[in-house]
């Protein structure tokens, strides 16, 4: 457990909507792209659920059972007392737990999901064991859906605002965005990469190519909240340069 990241964590632990990022139309687009892979009837875990906000959504949509981990105490705490005030608290059970030191689970699951966990590990090889480990709670022609933050997307952005004078976007120090490539040749016995949806990749160009330009040219910094940004809201995803994407594993 990287204590750094755990600190931060706790410290956002409070902000309701906003404890997982302070980009809510992000996060609504994200949760929809979620959703999608979700109907009556599943045993659902989620590994990183923060404060709740996600997993509960899900469980107000669907007739379905959700086991929720997050490695923050205090997001542990948020998510119970959320899950009570809506009367959830039957088809939630919000636990905490470290990826890094996995708890003993010994049911396994139709739909595994993180929503930008894995970003949050110290390494690649972190990274890649936490996949693993996720990918053995699946039941047969289980899936695992990995939400989670593209470098190779984040390039493909930062080459966009090059072109227009913008600097350059830096992931935030406590995360380490995917590497696509690494993700692709993962070899994980019994399961294997079906999909990948660059579900953000509209409201990416949107916001921090388009808004961020016209933000630069009247002299001041780009809000998450801009009429552009909105746009995305009701498009699909266009071209490639999605921050924000998921990979899809399924058990044989």
Known sequence: ???????????????????????LIAKSIEVEA???????????????CGNGITALDMA??????????DFSAEMIEAAQ???ASIGCAHRVTFSTGDITQPPAIERS???????????????????????????????????????????????????????VG??????????????????????????????????????YFLSRVVNAWLAHQDGHE????APVNKLALTLPPIGDCAQGKIWVFERK
């Open 1 to 23: 457990m990287n204590t750094d990241v755990l600190g931060f964590w706790n410290t956002r632990a409070q902000l309701e909507e906003r404890a997982g990022s302070n980009d």
């Open 34 to 48: 979620l959703s999608k892979f979700f109907s009556d009837g599943l045993k659902v875990m989620e590994f990183g």
């Open 60 to 69: 107000r949509r669907y007739d379905i059972e959700v086991q929720a981990y």
């Open 81 to 83: 007392q959320r899950a």
């Open 109 to 163: 699951f139709d739909l595994v999901f993180t929503e930008r966990m894995i970003i949050n590990l110290a390494s690649w090889e972190q990274q890649q064991v936490a996949i693993r480990t996720l990918c053995s709670y699946l039941k047969p022609k289980g899936k695992l859906l990995l939400l989670e933050n593209s470098s190779t997307g984040l390039l493909k952005i930062n080459e966009l605002r090059s072109m």
């Open 166 to 203: 913008l600097q350059p976007i830096i992931a935030p120090w406590h995360n380490i965005y995917i590497d696509d490539e690494k993700v692709a040749m993962l070899n994980i016995e019994g399961c294997e990469l079906t999909q990948v949806v660059p579900y953000s990749a509209t409201y």
């Open 222 to 225: 780009p809000h998450y909240d």
